[in-house]
């Protein structure tokens, strides 16, 4: 494998925003690009930066309707009707702005050209921050996403005869990812998110396996509110990882939204960043190459910081300065807080609260490891 990391950055990105009162910010992509570039993460050997393209009308219909296409580009010209409203565009989540259409075929041009540069073994990892847009649907808009661009570049690796595993660990279900694929075996989703009884889109159970040839490539993680970073972890390592390693795919795909961390305004799990960069050293001691995307997190600096200490570990870059202050900010209750370097500072979650999210996800692996395990010789 090529031990080369790939950043994708396109000052394009931040052509296009949503309007000023959405929550989803396009700006998080430079910042974070300008963050890694400061800390001297961006640039040398193994750590490059490619520019990528929008995804040409043809590559977007491998996944979305063409009407669903002619519309997105017509809202934006101001042509809102009820009919689009029936695809989900023009609600307080998917509001129409100027450029949704390029903005939404440039993240799912750079996904695209990440599964690309894998299948090229140009690369072993490839980071797109602008990516993660797993609500989106083939011909309707969701939770800010308008297009899918997980499905699409896991379509492009598909067809080259790659398997994939697509972990998603955004703070929303990966409810379009999911969709995409419930009946296939040769793409497994799981997805680790905040209950759909507590959060949009209010789907993800455990009782969602995938169906027909598909029935038990599809893995839900549904997770109390508060949850905390030794309760995802124990998660991930149950269930995620003995399947991760079971399915042994030839890529694996990376959702990781920002919207699980601590003081998330959307979201309620108690997360900080060390429990994502803790899953991604995981992940990448199984030797595949990785393509990782953004996704959901409404708390900006810490969605920045979160996903420039991602790169750090993706690129095999970490600083001596963030493994010297882990552990030594001390302890905070509600919210994280820059204490120097990427990392969060550690969290404590009050003891009552551990003991309910303990029972609640002990009883989800339980109820996996009897439905799904099974299924995979496990
Ligand atoms: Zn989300």
């Not at 309707?140 to 690796?157: H, R």
């Not at 803790?278 to 030797?287: A, G």
């Not at 963030?322 to 919210?335: F, K, W, Y």
Request: hydrophobic share 40%; net charge negative.
């Amino acid at each position: 494998m090529n031990m080369e990391a790939i950043f994708l950055y396109s000052d394009d990105f931040e052509r296009f925003a949503y309007p000023a009162d959405a929550p989803f910010k396009t700006e998080r992509v430079r910042m974070t690009r300008d963050t890694i570039q400061s800390m001297g993460l961006l640039g040398g050997a193994g750590r490059t930066e490619h520019t990528p393209v929008p995804a040409a009308r043809t590559e977007l219909e491998a996944f979305h309707a063409p009407a669903y296409l002619n519309m997105l580009k017509s809202v934006e010209q101001g042509h809102l009707d009820v009919e689009a409203l029936r695809h989900g565009l023009g609600t307080p989540d998917c509001p129409v702005f100027r450029g949704l259409y390029d903005y939404s075929a440039l993240a799912c041009g750079a996904s695209m050209q990440g599964a690309r540069l894998l299948i090229a073994d140009e690369a072993d990892t490839v980071f797109n921050t602008a990516g993660g847009l797993h609500h989106a649907g083939p011909d309707y808009a969701a939770g800010f996403c308008y297009m899918n661009d997980v499905v699409l570049a896991i379509l492009t690796l598909a067809d080259a005869g790659k398997r994939v595993f697509c972990l998603d660990l955004d703070a929303h279900h990966g409810d379009g990812t999911q969709n995409a694929f419930f009946d296939r075996n040769d793409v497994f989703t799981l997805s680790m998110h905040e209950s759909g009884r507590t959060l949009f889109p209010g789907t993800g159970f455990e009782t969602e396996i995938g169906s027909g040839p598909g029935r038990g490539y599809c893995v839900n993680i549904p997770l109390p509110v508060g949850t905390y970073d030794g309760a995802f972890e124990k998660a991930f390592t149950a269930i995620a990882l003995p399947l991760l390693r079971r399915f042994d795919p030839d890529v694996i795909v990376m959702e990781i939204g920002m919207d699980g961390l601590a003081g998330d305004p959307l979201a309620h799990l108690h997360l900080t960043n060390n429990v994502f960069a803790d899953i991604v050293r995981h992940v990448q001691t199984l030797n595949k190459p990785i393509l990782a995307t953004g996704g959901g997190g409404y708390n900006v600096p810490n969605t920045v910081r979160g996903w420039a200490l991602i790169w750090s570990i993706l690129a095999h870059a970490q600083t001596p300065h963030d493994d010297l202050t882990l552990g030594m900010g001390g302890v905070m209750l509600e919210n994280t807080e820059w204490a120097g370097g990427l990392r969060d500072r550690v969290l404590l979650s009050e003891a009552g609260d551990r003991g309910a999210i303990d029972h609640d996800i002990a009883h989800t692996i339980e109820t996996l490891e009897k439905t799904v395990f099974p299924i995979h010789g496990l």
